[in-house]
């Protein structure tokens, strides 16, 4: 499509204009999605109410990421194919859904298959859709558009688990979750209307690529493609390290802080607020760098950093707390980072058509990274009483994505796999 066309807009504003407002959307309700993030304050209340062990509190959160990533290559098609707008309308209601539901539970199991599962699907499609959505408007600066789109979903704890604290003490946490489940569906109602896909073909008006990429960026990879490509299996190793390095911190974040460097609960809990600024800066930001640098630079640099606070935190004592405040929100930073990074480098390698349905095979890395994460950090504790040894794991685990990224994380040439 010719991107001079005047009659192309977005939100009733010519469409280089317009297309911001539609990020500023997609930030809002990925804002709602991130309230997992904050999983931490529903988890003891949680227990509490149904008498159940803390693994079993714990399965609610494990099971949503596995289910949000391994359904994903199934719902990534379905969003290229349908309006965006509709797709996320009848999700998000389904979202709300899921969490009233979880809220009439009578235990444990009830409750983990209404919000691991109702919820959880819910909440795939609508993560794909405004990643999507992003992907196409923005052409130009897609890991910067998917970046602030990602936004609203790092920063939710900073405002939703102080939020949740306040109404679990006067409500409960069950009805907490049915006022959750209304808010959202009140937000999709408002918000799911003006969403929609550019033409097939557009671009931002001005805007000219160099010759060599644009010739790249005409080739589209189907998924059968895509997965006989070297470039794909390094992208997936890498996102996969980075998600399993920084869930497994995100996860166990107050437990070190309290348990290695005796810091007290009421500054372990601000600290973790104040290191979801640091999650939430680290997608606009790395998605602003993945659209100047090379991916294996920027790669290098963001596993770098994770195995260098890793090994920092590795010797964690009360005498250097600091050292806590500084390695901690530089790994959520990186991480965060990766969930602007991967859907970026997917619709750059593998091209912009597809990039729904390709990136929903990407990322199952970040579910098979949360799985590993959590579960290693739980072994090494149980086996050694301690965090400690998970850091030497992790630094390990990032040398290994450089090495990977130094390996194959490289657009594919001319179309060859």
């Not at 539609?22 to 949680?46: D, M, N, Q």
């Not at 109702?118 to 499609?125: E, H, Q, R, S």
């Not at 033409?199 to 589209?220: C, L, M, N, R």
């Not at 991916?295 to 770098?304: D, E, L, Q, R, S």
């Amino acid at each position: 499509m010719n991107s001079n066309q005047p009659e192309l807009s977005a939100l009733g504003m010519p469409a280089e204009k317009g297309r911001w407002g539609l990020i500023a959307i997609g930030a809002v309700i990925f804002f709602f999605i991130g309230t997992i993030y904050s999983w931490s304050v529903f988890r003891g209340p949680i227990q509490k109410i149904f008498g159940c062990s803390a693994t079993a509190a714990g399965a609610p959160y494990m099971l949503f990421f596995a289910v949000q990533a391994f359904l994903m290559p199934f719902i990534g098609p379905y969003v290229d194919r349908f309006n965006p707008g509709r797709v996320i309308l009848a999700n998000g209601t389904l979202m709300s859904f899921g969490l009233i539901l979880a809220s009439y539970s009578s235990n444990i199991y009830e409750f983990t298959a209404a919000f691991s599962f109702v919820f959880g699907l819910g909440a795939t499609a609508v993560y794909a859709a405004p990643i999507a959505l992003a992907s196409k408007w923005f052409v130009d600066k897609k890991g910067f558009a998917i970046g602030l789109t990602l936004f609203g979903m790092g920063l939710a704890p900073l405002v939703m688990a102080p939020a949740a604290v306040k109404l679990i003490a006067l409500y409960g946490v069950l009805e907490t979750l049915r006022i959750l489940g209304a808010i959202i569906f009140a937000v999709i109602l408002l918000l799911f209307y003006p969403i929609k896909f550019p033409p097939p073909g557009y671009v931002p008006a001005g805007w000219v690529q160099q010759e060599a990429s644009a010739a790249a960026d005409s080739i589209e990879y189907p998924r059968g493609l895509m997965l006989r490509s070297a470039s794909f299996y390094g992208l997936w190793f890498c996102f996969m390290t980075a998600s399993a390095c920084g869930l497994m911190v995100i996860g166990i974040t107050h437990q070190v802080a309290v348990e290695m460097y005796k810091i007290s609960e009421a500054s372990a809990a601000f600290a973790i607020s104040v290191f979801a600024f640091f999650n939430a800066l680290g997608r606009p930001f790395w998605g602003l760098v993945i659209d100047r640098l090379n991916p294996k630079i920027t790669a290098y640099v963001t596993f770098g950093l994770m195995g260098a606070a890793s090994l920092a935190l590795a010797r964690g004592t009360a005498q250097n707390a600091f050292i806590f405040y500084a390695a901690v929100p530089l790994v959520w930073f990186c991480y965060g980072g990766w969930l602007s990074i991967a859907p970026s480098l997917t619709a750059n390698f593998f091209g912009v058509k597809n990039s729904s349905r390709n990136y929903g095979v990407v990322f199952t890395a970040f579910g098979a990274g949360a799985i590993i994460g959590n579960l290693l950090a739980g072994r090494v504790k149980d086996f050694y009483g301690s965090y400690s040894p998970a850091f030497y794991i992790m630094a390990a685990c990032s040398l290994a994505g450089i090495v990977a990224a130094s390996l194959s994380l490289a657009r594919p040439r001319n179309g060859r796999i």
